[in-house]
């Protein structure tokens, strides 16, 4: 919802994911304690999660954070199970996305770390611009590699690979995974990708050939970082998602009936009202 331009109702929020709560995910990302004037749109999360019906779902919670103020707000919520935070290995993007260096960001990690062990919740690490820049940053698997260990030895053990601007393709994919697979044994491999509808397939092939098995999506597409260089490049949409699962005869557990209606409320929620 954070790179959507016109305001999304608290009550269509709580509602909106209520439903995906009934689908069967693994795992929703539901908010992200973050400052209301980079965000505004997700400046209501503390209510939203008020809102949310937990009684009868499997489905873990994510929020979302982006220093330590937000986690320790994040950590006050008993229901949060996971905090992600979004670690660029391109300065340029660190900067623009959380106003801190790498290095520092790296200190933020640790530290927030530290609050998920002392709460009881575990830190998923996003490795933003994880397969290649549009900046001029030095990239390459190794970089991205080395960046990986170094979360690794702080205790991480949940790693999603961010294809943040849309420009991975096979081969940065096959190589990146290829590569942190066979240096980093213990740990949950995922990845995140934005692309375009013709894309998305291509993608999601080759990340499955080399064992990757979690993978962030959102209906219909929606979605993308508002603090990359360009137009808003959407998720992989969870609709091609399932296709590509059930070609694969991997398709998990869910309630069909409960997605349809998610899809529904999918375009009424994303779409700008018109009068």
Sequence with gaps: MQGISHPISTEKKIAYLNQLLKVGFDTLDFGSFVSPKAVPQLADTAEVLAGLDLSSTSTKLLAIVANVRGAQDACQHAPIQYLGYPFSISETFQLRNTKKTIEQSVDIVRDIHGLCQANGKELVVYISMGFGNPYGDPWSAEVAADWVEKMVDMGIKIISVAD??????STSIRQVFKLLRSRFRDI???AHFHAAPSQRKEKLEAA????????DSALMGYGGCPFAEDELVGNIA???????????????DHDGWALQQAMMMASQVFTEPTF
């Design 188 to 190: 949950e491999l995922g």
């Design 164 to 169: 943040t601007v849309g420009s991975a393709d």
């Design 208 to 215: 499955w050939k080399v064992g990757i098995r979690r993978f």
């Design 238 to 252: 969870t609709e091609s998602l399932f296709s590509f699962l059930s070609e694969k005869e991997e398709l998990p």
